[in-house]
């Protein structure tokens, strides 16, 4: 088996050049011989450039089959991709470029200058929406024969950046063979076959929607329809047209709010996947009861790609997310000791196998704090196991609010919320939240006399924190509740706030 990602990929619609492989809402078409032809274009505009292997190529745009063909490209041209989300504010792409240090970075239109002050030793190019800009230009004038600069599986395809509970965004390497092998298992997995049609309505600076949708499809020389966001009015529009759909679950609880949703118009469907989040039991037999559709939640992460999945056949379990995926070990563990706990006990999830990756940008010490000796990493989310052998995630050893399928540290909030001029102290928790599963609401101490309010603070962090990250609820106390070592109890504020967003479930 091949372990350079593109490839791997390329084996799975070889003889399929001719057929579609995208399509986007606006009847636009590219063949799967377009996506080798517009990667290969990609791929020696990038090399032109002076892209060397290894080198990183920072991608913050609109998703846009040339955003598609832009990261193809680069995974051609032996470079390391690295997808930022549109949301995230310029002070916060200034950390992510000083850090990567990537030597092409490709942004929208308006940005160009701005970014290109913040990464003097990179070039920087644009792309819109619609698949235009210098960097679209460049690939037309460098169309022709390609060959892929060589990769084995050991060497890095991308890095994304995530979170942390302490410090900074660590940026996850990603290797060939981490996301050569999550695609071929997940395709088998699931079933995809090149008679799928897969509805595609996710975010591609994440995991889910680039690496588990978009390689998946590929590698199975299926066919992809390419929503720019998730659009009820689209979802249903081109529903009768899909055979397979991939989620967070707050894309089944707008779907199951729609009258639309109905067992016919889901009748030629073969598959639901959802993850990111928890799916909430409840959503699960709901859309069940509506559709005959049992939604298959699968569990992941952007250091391991997925890791556990519901079956295709056999019983798909509310409330758990399956077995471990073939090739993958998943032990739960006494959270400060390390050792194994048998079936049934809660403790920390620990991972390991190809889709695992090599470790954090730049940052062996986190990189060593995560991993166990003998190289299973450790998550930081609980579960336990139960006697038929699927896994459930029971709760988070780590401080992280999901909302609406992303991920949002407390931290980096509360950090931001503190240095604002006439506050004392924050914390911030996630509520539950009909929509979004989680919501992000931050409890703030004001200094006596202090004017600030809700609005204060929203406008305040609107230039420093990503939309996504800002609090719905901004609730104003005079003291935050600390247990007897002083510690600030989120429980409690998570119990005290359950209900704002309307009466919370269990
Ligand atoms: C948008 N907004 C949000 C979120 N999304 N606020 C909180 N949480 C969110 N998730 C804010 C916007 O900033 C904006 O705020 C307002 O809501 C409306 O924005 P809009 O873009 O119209 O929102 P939307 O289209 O309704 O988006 C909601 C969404 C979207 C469809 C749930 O967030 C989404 O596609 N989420 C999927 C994320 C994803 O791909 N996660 C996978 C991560 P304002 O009005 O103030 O500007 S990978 C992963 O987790 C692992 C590996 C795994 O297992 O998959
Ligand atoms: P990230 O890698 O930052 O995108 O987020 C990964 C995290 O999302 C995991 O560590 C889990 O906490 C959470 N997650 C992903 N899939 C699921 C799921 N099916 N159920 C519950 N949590 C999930």
New binding site residues.
């Given amino acids: 088996m091949a372990e350079a990602l593109f490839e791997t990929l390329r084996e799975g619609f070889a003889g399929r050049e001719a057929t579609r492989f995208l399509e986007s809402p606006d009847g636009r078409v590219w063949s799967f011989r377009d996506l080798l032809d517009r990667s290969a274009a990609y791929a020696r505009m990038l090399l032109a450039f002076g892209l060397r292997p290894g080198d990183r190529v920072a991608v913050q745009v609109e998703k846009s089959a040339e955003n598609l063909f832009l990261y193809f490209g680069c995974i051609r041209a032996g470079g390391v991709y690295l997808p930022l989300n549109t949301?995230y504010t310029l002070s916060e792409l200034e950390y992510f470029l000083s850090d990567a240090e990537p030597r092409i970075v490709v942004v929208r239109p308006g940005m160009v200058a701005e970014v290109g002050l913040r990464a003097p030793g990179a070039i920087v190019l644009a792309l819109d929406e619609r698949g235009e800009g210098s960097a679209a230009s460049a690939a037309d004038a460098a169309a022709g024969p390609f060959e892929d600069v060589p990769r084995s599986g050991d060497d890095l395809a991308a890095i994304l950046y995530t979170s942390g509970t302490t410090g900074r965004s660590k940026g996850a390497m990603l290797t060939h063979r981490n996301l050569a092998s999550n695609a071929l298992v997940l395709k088998d997995c699931w079933r995809v076959t090149a008679d799928d049609v897969l509805l595609h309505a996710?975010?591609i600076y994440?995991?889910?929607?680039l690496f588990?949708a978009t390689n998946t499809l590929v590698a199975a020389g299926g066919s992809i329809l390419f929503l720019p966001?998730?659009d009820l009015d689209e979802i249903f529009r081109l529903l009768p047209r899909a055979t397979m759909m991939m989620g967070?679950p707050?894309?089944y609880t707008r779907l199951l709010a729609d009258p639309r949703l109905t067992r016919e118009a889901v009748a030629h469907m073969r598959l639901f996947v959802s993850?990111?989040a928890p799916l909430l039991a409840e959503t699960h037999r709901a859309f069940f009861e509506r559709t005959g559709h049992a939604i298959l939640e699968r569990?992941?992460?952007?250091e391991t790609g997925m890791n556990a999945s519901n079956p295709y056949e056999g019983e798909r379990r509310p409330g758990t997310v399956g077995f471990p995926l073939p090739g993958v070990q998943i032990r739960i563990t006494d959270p400060e000791t390390g050792r194994p706990l048998p079936v049934g006990e809660i403790g920390m999830i620990e991972v390991e196998g190809p889709n695992v990756f090599k470790g954090y940008w730049k940052n062996p010490e986190k990189t060593a704090a995560e991993f166990r000796p003998d190289g299973f990493f450790v998550t930081g989310d609980l579960g336990r196991f139960d006697e038929r052998g699927y896994l459930s995630i029971v709760g988070r050893g780590k401080d992280l609010v999901i909302?609406?399928?992303?991920?949002v540290y407390p931290k980096e909030v509360e950090e931001a919320i503190d240095a604002l001029p006439g506050v004392v102290e924050s914390a911030v928790i996630g509520v539950p939240h009909p929509d979004?599963g989680e919501?992000v609401v931050a409890v703030v101490v004001p200094e006596p006399g202090a004017r600030i309010g809700e609005a204060e603070i929203g406008t305040a962090l609107a230039e420093k924190l990503a939309?996504?990250k800002?609090p719905k609820r901004v609730v104003v106390v005079a003291e935050l509740p600390r247990n007897t070592m002083g510690k600030v109890q989120k429980n409690v504020l998570r119990e005290r706030y359950r209900d704002l967003f309307g009466p919370a479930a269990g």
């Fill in positions: 949301a996710l975010p994440h995991v889910h929607g588990t966001k998730f967070v707050t894309f993850g990111s569990y992941g992460m952007t909302s609406g399928g992303l991920n979004l919501a939309s996504f800002r």
